[in-house]
């Protein structure tokens, strides 16, 4: 009974065969990493970076770069409410709670 994998019985494989994988290996050589390039035939990969993925990249940067925590405006907090003049704006705090619903569920839509 012949050893099937994946459809293949082991006389299928090899230079013979019709496998188009296997005629790939067989045909590439192997570079043994002596030069970096196969029997004077030099090879160079390239890569191309669209500029969506170089906005992409200074953004992080710049968010990165930027810290969590806004230390001036919390320290105007704090001495606002220590003072007693802090005031809340119920309805600010509303809309902007609307807004932001109303953001994340336009986002879900799309």
Known sequence: M???IKG???GSIGPDSSNPIEKIR???PVDSGSSGASAGTARSDS???TDSARTLASLSEAVS???DV???RVAALQQAIATGVY???PERIANKMIALEQDLGS???Q
Do not use: A, E, F
């Open 8 to 10: 293949l019985d082991g």
């Open 70 to 72: 806004d230390t001036n």
């Open 2 to 4: 012949p050893n099937r």
């Open 47 to 49: 890569v191309h970076i």
């Open 87 to 89: 005031q809340i704006n």
């Open 65 to 67: 770069s930027t810290p």
């Open 107 to 109: 986002t879900k839509q």
């Open 26 to 28: 067989v045909s590439t």
